[in-house]
């Protein structure tokens, strides 16, 4: 006799079903878990691995690669992205990691300056009347003056302001990175002061110039905000916002971003920001002053951030301060080399002199303290533990062990 399966209700199976999607959504769920813990687990070892190399001291190096060159007597080199710029009086030439050329613009000028800012270049000859505007592809835009080119500052899109003299008339042109005018701003001496420093912010939205202003045998700084968009057009050339400083120097400002600018003293400094009309930020006076006892000695930039360098007594002559874009001290190091060049290079802060060569990390750790056989033309940073040396006739890449 056929045995006759009883019948299943309708609620039973669907219960079933339920029973089934809620284990099934269990199971997923925890394999999802595993995976996370586990992607978790491997992102904190490498980022403990990349900590450990990072803030670690080593002894010594060894040379990954090496490419030998002749270079013309003063040559010079800057960092450019994942490159090396070289120029000379003779041209320049964007060289790769094996110090090969990527392009090359030769020319004969007398006092090569050089403003970089991300992708863009631009080399003048102070004094002279050549501009060249390049990108990472080679020459954009080419720019002859008729007054002598005192200063030169680029933004990322190769907008550049040049600084331009006459007796008694200051010239500030913009171009676009093709080399046409965009506009221009009279300042004249007698009104606002011989200019001391510009810079282009990032976005090449607005220029920051500080001027020297001489008033009753005493020397004062005035710094001055132009807006270059639309907004400008509502301010009188353009001007948006002012500081006067009084019986100090201004010598310096740079743009840190779009946004941020920093106008460096004789012995402190100030930060602006703002994306239209910039505004100072409050810093207390023990941070702003920090060579009030002694002037700044040594002053470089990086990606957002900037340092000082002045003297101080003891055995350790030099106190190195690297800030952020805020005000806040990022690093702290005395040292006491008697160093020609101060640079912050990718996550590290690099003091070197003709034969020797001191690396920080910006924790504050000494990666690195020696000296090399032959001369240091230039040194900056790859990843990790990797560095570019480039001497007179050859450049080497090494790896500190």
Same mark, same amino acid.
């Given at each position: ?6 019948? *299943? ?12 999607? *809620? ?6 769920? /925890? ?10 687990? $491997? ?38 992205? &994942? ?40 080399? #003048? &000859? ?8 390049? !990108? ?19 933004? *990322? ?14 010239? $500030?042109?913009?171009?676009? #990175? ?37 008033? +009753?045998?005493?020397? !004062? ?9 639309? @907004? +400008? ?5 353009? $001007? ?16 840190? &971003?779009?946004?941020?600018?920093? #106008?460096?003293?004789? !012995? ?11 505004? %100072?930020?409050? $810093? ?5 002053? @920090? ?13 957002? %951030? ?7 007594e003891g055995e350790l002559p030099y106190l190195l301060r690297v800030y952020d874009?805020?005000? +806040?001290?990022?690093? %702290? ?6 160093? #020609? ?5 990718? &996550? /590290? @802060? ?14 504050? @750790? ?36």
């Amino acid at each position: 006799m056929q045995k006759i399966m009883p019948f *299943r209700k309708k609620e039973d199976a669907h219960s079933d079903m339920k029973q089934y999607t *809620r284990k099934l959504l269990q199971h997923r769920a /925890n394999v999802v878990g595993r995976v996370l813990v586990c992607i978790f687990i $491997i992102v904190a070892l490498c980022f403990g691995v990349v900590q450990y190399h990072k803030n670690r001291s080593y002894e010594s190096y060894e040379v990954i690669s090496s490419m030998d060159h002749q270079d013309a007597i003063n040559t010079r080199y800057e960092e450019y992205g &994942d490159h090396l710029l070289k120029y000379s009086k003779d041209g320049i030439t964007c060289m790769n990691l094996n110090h090969e050329p990527v392009w090359s613009q030769p020319f004969s000028i007398q006092d090569p300056i050089v403003s970089i800012c991300g992708p863009s270049a631009v080399l #003048a &000859d102070r004094g002279g009347n050549q501009v060249y505007i390049f !990108n990472e592809s080679g020459l954009t835009g080419q720019v002859d003056t008729l007054l002598p080119v005192q200063q030169v500052t680029v933004s *990322r899109q190769g907008v550049t302001a040049i600084l331009l003299e006459d007796s008694s008339v200051t010239w $500030i042109y913009l171009y676009d #990175a093709e080399g046409t005018k965009l506009l221009d701003v009279q300042c004249s001496l007698a009104d606002t002061g011989q200019p001391l420093s510009i810079s282009l912010s990032h976005d090449g939205s607005k220029l920051a110039v500080s001027y020297l202003q001489i008033s +009753g045998g005493t020397a !004062n700084s005035c710094v001055v905000f132009y807006n270059l968009g639309s @907004v +400008g057009d509502n301010f009188v050339d353009k $001007i948006v916002a002012s500081r006067f400083y009084e019986g100090i120097l201004v010598p310096r400002v740079k743009y840190l &971003d779009g946004d941020t600018c920093v #106008a460096i003293g004789e !012995n402190g400094f100030s930060i602006y920001e703002g994306a239209e009309i910039p505004e %100072e930020v409050e $810093i207390s006076e023990e941070v702003r002053n @920090v060579g009030a006892e002694t002037e700044i000695r040594s002053v470089c930039f990086g990606n957002r %951030e900037f340092g000082l360098v002045f003297e101080q007594e003891g055995e350790l002559p030099y106190l190195l301060r690297v800030y952020d874009e805020r005000g +806040g001290i990022v690093l %702290e190091k005395a040292f006491a080399m008697k160093y #020609a060049q101060v640079k912050l290079s990718g &996550d /590290n @802060v690099i003091v070197y002199n003709d034969t020797e060569c001191a690396i920080y990390s910006k924790g504050g @750790v000494l990666r690195y303290e020696g000296t090399f056989p032959e001369a240091l033309v230039n040194v900056y940073s790859l990843q990790g533990r990797r560095f570019v040396i480039v001497h007179p006739q050859r450049t080497d890449v090494i790896k500190l062990n």
